[in-house]
């Protein structure tokens, strides 16, 4: 009864991490700066099909290590890229103008974190 219960335990747990695992959306993929009007030059913004508008994301440049936290402001009609970049995130993450990179978008762990961008934006 005892090895039934401690089997019993660890499929639980199993379960408990499975479904915590399935909640991240990480995304790795090739971005590049959007052309002048596809999106605001100032500010840290990010086309992408693999998140909701208005979604606040971390987004890695894997080439350098450079990170930003930006907000995604719409989808993209090119499937061989995973995100378009606003000019100041591009140039904050170190991709020039015509240049195409590889980065990862992930949602912070943090539910409240645009709350705190906001915050930190307003001082």
């Known amino acids: 009864m005892m090895n039934y219960l401690k089997k019993m335990l660890i499929f639980f747990f199993i379960g408990i991490a499975s479904l915590g695992l399935l909640g991240a959306s990480i995304w790795e993929g090739a971005a590049a700066m959007a052309a002048g009007g596809e999106l605001p030059e100032n500010g840290y913004y990010i086309a992408t099909n693999s998140f909701p508008r208005n979604t606040?994301?971390?987004?890695?440049?894997?080439?350098?290590?450079?990170?930003?936290?930006?907000?995604?402001?719409?989808?993209?009609?090119?499937?061989?890229?995973?995100?378009?970049?606003?000019?100041?995130?591009?140039?904050?993450?170190?991709?020039?103008?015509?240049?195409?990179?590889?980065?990862?978008?992930?949602?912070?762990?943090?539910?409240?974190?645009?709350?705190?961008?906001?915050?930190?934006?307003?001082k």
């Open 56 to 122: 606040l994301v971390d987004v890695v440049n894997l080439e350098n290590g450079k990170t930003l936290r930006a907000i995604v402001v719409g989808g993209i009609d090119n499937p061989g890229l995973l995100g378009l970049l606003s000019k100041e995130a591009a140039n904050a993450l170190g991709l020039e103008k015509g240049m195409v990179g590889r980065i990862r978008v992930n949602m912070p762990a943090d539910p409240i974190a645009f709350s705190r961008y906001r915050d930190e934006l307003s």
